[in-house]
């Protein structure tokens, strides 16, 4: 691509959203591996989970501490929470890198040994680069301050909201990876030279738990589209710029829904099929 920056728009998005076929399983529409929530932050795995759900994936494994596995079962029942086959991981949402005890860490690293394709969010990113598997990282202006600091990249809170793009970019360069920098306008760049931008719809996304609801619809993505990303990683940035539009659109309509007032991340979560849908018959 040349040097200036993609808005994604609902024509492209739509690109990216596949409906069942009569032969389709759950397997083969994709299986979400989640490592997320913790006993101080539980509602990030029930979030997380709750989008993968209804961004139209295959099964959804969860992998968490017990009494935050009960808070996802009592929300969403459908989901598995024995080990199996997992064709794209979600780690990091609702961890405080700070706290994770030897079996949280266990199973983020078990999660990126897996080799299969992973969005990395919140308290795993300071994980990206021990592993070789296709990767995004979704971190917000503060996030990638501090994951860049600790990279011995100097810089600060205040430079990367005042140029979000030329940090982007500064880290999918430095880090190897997909970059999805959350904001009023989110920016999604790759080594490779995808750049692409999605301006919020509404500014009610400014609120606690709508991270994780993207972290759940991008995941969903990935694992969708997890046969095509063996051999075509860079389809990773795409993936996010969609996941980023659905998210947006499907707060558009959750605010409307409630004429132009304040929404929850549980109500973003609730529009996403109706998202999904409007881009399926696009």
């Known amino acids: 691509m040349d040097s200036s920056w993609q808005e994604w728009t609902a024509a492209d998005a739509a690109e990216w959203i596949v409906a069942p076929?009569?032969?389709?399983d759950k397997y083969s529409r994709g299986v979400l591996g989640v490592v997320a929530g913790s006993p101080e932050y539980p509602g990030a795995a029930v979030l997380a989970v709750e989008a993968a759900h209804r961004a139209g994936l295959g099964m959804v494994r969860y992998t968490g501490p017990r009494a935050v596995r009960t808070a996802v079962l009592a929300r969403r029942p459908e989901t598995?929470?024995?080990?199996?086959?997992?064709?794209?991981?979600?780690?990091?949402?609702?961890?405080?890198?700070?706290?994770?005890?030897?079996?949280?860490?266990?199973?983020?690293?078990g999660a990126l040994a897996s080799r299969q394709p992973v969005v990395l969010d919140a308290g795993a990113l300071d994980l990206v680069g021990t592993h070789t598997a296709p990767t995004v990282i979704t971190p917000h202006v503060r996030e990638l301050a501090a994951l860049l600091a600790s990279r011995e990249i100097e810089t600060s809170v205040a430079q990367v909201r005042e140029a979000p793009a030329?940090?982007?970019?500064?880290?999918?360069?430095?880090?190897?990876?997909?970059?999805?920098?959350?904001g009023a306008v989110t920016h999604i760049c790759d080594p490779d030279g995808d750049r692409y931008t999605v301006t919020a719809r509404t500014h009610w996304l400014a609120s606690a738990g709508t991270g994780d609801v993207l972290g759940g619809i991008l995941g969903a993505l990935v694992a969708t589209h997890h046969q095509r990303l063996t051999t075509d990683a860079e389809a990773l940035s795409a993936l996010a710029a969609t996941a980023a539009w659905v998210h947006g659109e499907a707060a558009r309509r959750a605010t409307e829904a409630v004429d132009g007032g304040p929404v929850t991340a549980l109500d973003i979560a609730s529009a996403v099929p109706r998202v999904i849908g409007a881009l399926l018959a696009y």
């Open 166 to 182: 030329e940090w982007a970019l500064r880290a999918a360069g430095e880090l190897g990876v997909a970059v999805l920098l959350k």
């Open 80 to 109: 598995v929470t024995s080990p199996g086959r997992v064709q794209a991981w979600l780690v990091g949402s609702g961890i405080d890198p700070g706290r994770r005890s030897f079996m949280v860490l266990g199973d983020l690293q």
């Open 21 to 24: 076929a009569a032969d389709d």
